[in-house]
T-cell receptor
């Protein structure tokens, strides 16, 4: 009974490259959330998706960031032209059809050099 | 409200003692609260939740207390064990809105259990 899976666990990118972070929700979960965490801070909401729909992207930076959750396959958080300030841990959470408990994956630690 | 990049508050307790971790939440309209435990290098792990129509909820070795008057939440851990050492976050949500289900996280408390 696998939990939320994220890959890669660690990602190093040079400034200007693209970063793609993947999230597979728990089995049966159709709601996915992405959060970002800076060192010694709490998680900050970025985007909330259901299958093929973005429900709330109020926490996403206006430029360079995008997210999708296709009908088949994992949710993808994409960061174009990364900058040093994008270095953080990115966590994905999933929930079951509108229930409130969100279960988190292990995160992807992005380092921009 | 926005969390600020401050050093985490810390709490050190002796193994076997009870721990109390406090959290002040930001939105008086929030009606759902969760405590998460985050160990180093891992994602947040759900501990316990409580809705605003309750003021206390108990789980296994943990109790959450909610005081809506002063917007305060606390997590009590009984007989603290070394495996309880972690950062603890409270999170709030507004589920009655029926729309977005984003969680708003507090800044966290580092709990260290001393042998």
């Amino acid at each position: 009974n696998a939990g939320v899976m994220q890959n890669p666990r660690h990602l190093v990118r040079r400034r200007g490259q693209e970063a793609r972070l993947r999230c597979s929700p728990m089995k049966g979960h159709s709601h996915v959330y992405w959060y970002r965490q800076l060192p010694e801070e709490g998680l900050k909401f970025m985007v909330y998706l259901q299958k093929e729909n973005i429900i709330d992207e109020s926490g996403m930076p206006k430029e360079r960031f995008s997210a999708e959750f296709p009908k088949e396959g994992p949710s993808i958080l994409r960061i174009q032209q990364v900058v040093r300030g994008d270095s953080a841990a990115y966590f994905c959470a999933s929930s079951y059809r509108g229930l409130y408990e969100q279960y988190f994956g292990p995160g992807t630690r992005l380092t921009v050099t | 409200g926005e969390s600020v990049g401050l050093h985490l508050p810390t709490l050190s307790v002796q193994e076997g003692d009870n721990s109390i971790i406090n959290c002040a939440y930001s939105n008086s309209a929030s009606d759902y609260f969760i405590w998460y435990k985050q160990e180093s290098g891992k994602g947040p792990q759900f501990i316990i939740d409580i809705r605003s129509n309750m003021d206390k909820r108990q789980g296994q070795r943990v109790t959450v207390l909610l005081n809506k008057t002063v917007k305060h939440l606390s997590l009590q851990i009984a007989a603290t064990q070394p495996g309880d050492s972690a950062v603890y976050f409270c999170a709030e949500n507004l589920i009655s809105s029926g729309s977005a289900r984003q969680l708003t996280f507090g800044s966290g408390t580092q709990l260290t259990v001393l042998p």
